[in-house]
Nanobody
Framework: QAQLVEYGGGMVQAVESLRLSCKTP????????MGWFRQVPGMEREFVAD????????YNVDTAKGRFTISKDDRKSTVYLQMNSLLPEDAAVYYC?????????????????WGQGTQVTVSS
């Protein structure tokens, strides 16, 4: 029933990689800015990365640490988050979200559509 559906999460060991995917309704990635957020119990939802409808990207430097890359496939109407060199601190539920094109990136209030999340667990 969700308009945004995340998949690709799972359990990995430290320094391994995962690629998360977010399937959106037709042409959504061409109409909205798409973002990835993550959340752990007891913490606020944290911004990870955003990609605009034109392909411009924004990253949370503290979160991405040069290890994460956001991208999208317009034809497949899918946005991706490539996560390399994962660490236990990266474990969280990762959410895909859509925002109006002129809304500022990284601000949770900008995103009106959210997926149900996909769990990422990292063991050391």
């Amino acid at each position: 029933q969700a308009q945004l559906v995340e998949y690709g999460g799972g359990m990995v060991q430290a320094v391994e990689s995962l690629r998360l995917s977010c399937k959106t309704p037709a042409r959504s990635v061409m109409r909205y800015n798409m973002g990835w957020f993550r959340q752990v119990p007891g913490m606020e939802r944290e911004f990870v990365a955003d990609i605009s409808r034109t392909g411009s990207t924004t990253y949370n430097v503290d979160t991405a640490k040069g290890r994460f890359t956001i991208s999208k496939d317009d034809r497949k109407s899918t946005v991706y988050l490539q996560m390399n060199s994962l660490l236990p601190e990266d474990a969280a539920v990762y959410y895909c979200a859509a925002a109006q094109p002129e809304s500022p990136a990284a601000v949770p209030e900008s995103y009106s559509k959210w997926g149900q999340g996909t769990q990422v667990t990292v063991s050391s």
